[in-house]
Every structure is written in C-alpha cells, then in structure tokens.
C-alpha cells in the first residue's frame, strides 16, 4: 500500500487544530501544539491561505479556517435533499402569494434555480430549473450573498452588470444593500435584473445553521409592491417558508 503523505497530514492536523479550541492562532501556536518547525508550519499555513482554506487577521497576524471551506462543508448537503425538504412548503409558498416559487444555490459566481413552482394562475410560464440568476441584482443572490461568505466573495469580486437603470453596481452600494437585508433578514429586488419584475427571497439554513439555499417569489411589480416597498404579507409568507425548510433540515426554531 502507498505510504502516507506528511505534508497532507500536517495540513490536516493545522485544520484540525484551527477548527477546535481558540477562534484564532498565532504561527507560533500552532506550531508548538502540533510539534512542527515554524518554517514548515508557515509554508504549509501559507498554502492553505492561498487556497482559501485558512484566513489570516491582516492586524493580529494570527489564522483561523476560511471560507473555501464552508463551499466544502455545504457540498455535504446534497441539493436533492434541499430541494426534497422544500417541494411542499414551495407550493405553499406560491399558493398563498399567488406568485412562482423559486430555491436557489451559489453556483459558479451565480444562483443555480434548483426548484420552480409556478405562479397557480392559467398564465404560460417556462420552467427554470436549471437556469442562473446573477448574485449581485436579484433577490436570491442578495440573500445568498448577505448571509453566505463565499457568495459575499464571490459577489464582491465578480463584475456587477447594470443589467437595469435600477441595478446596483458599487462597491459600496452594493455593501449597503448587503448590510439591510442582514438586518432585515430578506434581500428584494425591484427591477434590478429584469424591468417591471420585483421580487423578496430569504436565506434557508442547515442543521449547523449554515446558509445552503435561498428562498423566494418573483412577480410583476404591480401585484409584488405596495407603492416603492415590497408588500408586507409577502416579506412575511416567504421567511415564514424560509423558516420551515430551514426546520426540516435540522436548523431548529430561530
């Protein structure tokens, strides 16, 4: 049988260590708990660093786990499940608001619609299940990049397209916008992404109440606003769906 690789076996023990005990540790720390020379305790964190894997604090100097492994960690989560958990309360979702149901994944720089209900009306609609939505402009995204660090990095570093006279496209704006719907809980977009098109999404939580999906309708503006703001019972139908899958999948009441 081939040996093992030492090396890997270091840069599993750091994360190890990293995961466990104090939030963040100092090259010296981690060398000494782990019996390694500093030089090879900081090529080894250096490379995890370069990977995404490890975040060192530009003040203190010390590292702590990045957020490439999070991307790792919601991998576990299989998007069958996700989407399992969500069929029903979907439905309910676009029953009672009267418009299409959408789940979405960070995927690739984008949102990856994994589950469509239609809007429970005669009119023709498209499935799309399948298709991307940009992070940056839509609800979904917003959400997704709120609460998600790699979608915040991934938003934050990827080009932000005027794709309407309304879409955000500054840094700083874009970090305001990222900032509310923290505080809010939900992310909207009002013709940002497509004219006459507004739309409320929420962020859907696993059982370590990590951020694995969003949650949203998408509707003319006419019937998704009340005046300049997103309807109050739709804000609320859909985090109350939001809260229900997050439920289903082990998050707990929050």
């Given at each position: 049988m081939p040996g093992h690789i030492q090396s890997l076996e270091r840069a599993a023990a750091i994360l190890r260590l990293l995961a466990g005990g104090e939030r963040r540790l100092g090259l010296s720390d981690v060398a000494s708990s782990l019996g390694l020379a500093k030089g090879t305790t900081h090529g080894i964190l250096r490379t995890l660093q370069q990977e995404g894997f490890v975040e060192q604090d530009p003040v203190s100097g010390k590292y702590q786990l990045g957020a490439e492994l999070l991307r790792l960690g919601n991998s576990y989560l299989d998007v069958h499940e996700l989407r399992a958990r969500a069929l029903v309360w979907t439905d309910d979702l676009a029953r009672s608001s009267g418009e299409a149901a959408y789940l979405g994944v960070l995927h690739q720089q984008g949102v990856l619609i994994v589950?469509?209900?239609?809007?429970?009306?005669?009119?023709?609609?498209?499935?799309?299940?399948?298709?991307?939505?940009?992070?940056?402009?839509?609800?979904?995204?917003?959400?997704?990049?709120?609460?998600?660090?790699?979608a915040h990095s991934e938003a934050a570093e990827g080009e932000r397209t005027a794709l309407t006279g309304r879409t955000v496209t500054t840094a700083e704006d874009f970090e305001a916008v990222l900032e509310l719907a923290r505080a809010r809980g939900w992310a909207a977009d009002l013709e940002e992404t497509w004219e006459?098109?507004?739309?409320?999404?929420?962020p859907v939580y696993d059982r370590r109440r990590m951020p694995v999906g969003a949650v949203g309708i998408t509707g003319a503006v006419e019937r998704v606003c009340e005046g300049t703001e997103i309807r109050a019972r739709l804000?609320?139908?859909?985090?109350?769906?939001?809260?229900?899958?997050?439920?289903?999948?082990?998050?707990?009441?929050?």
């Open positions: 589950h469509h209900v239609f809007r429970p009306d005669d009119s023709r609609q498209v499935l799309e299940v399948g298709a991307m939505q940009p992070l940056h402009s839509t609800a979904l995204g917003k959400v997704l990049a709120a609460f998600d660090p790699v006459g098109v507004a739309s409320v999404a929420a804000v609320a139908a859909v985090r109350d769906c939001a809260r229900a899958v997050s439920r289903d999948l082990g998050a707990g009441r929050f």
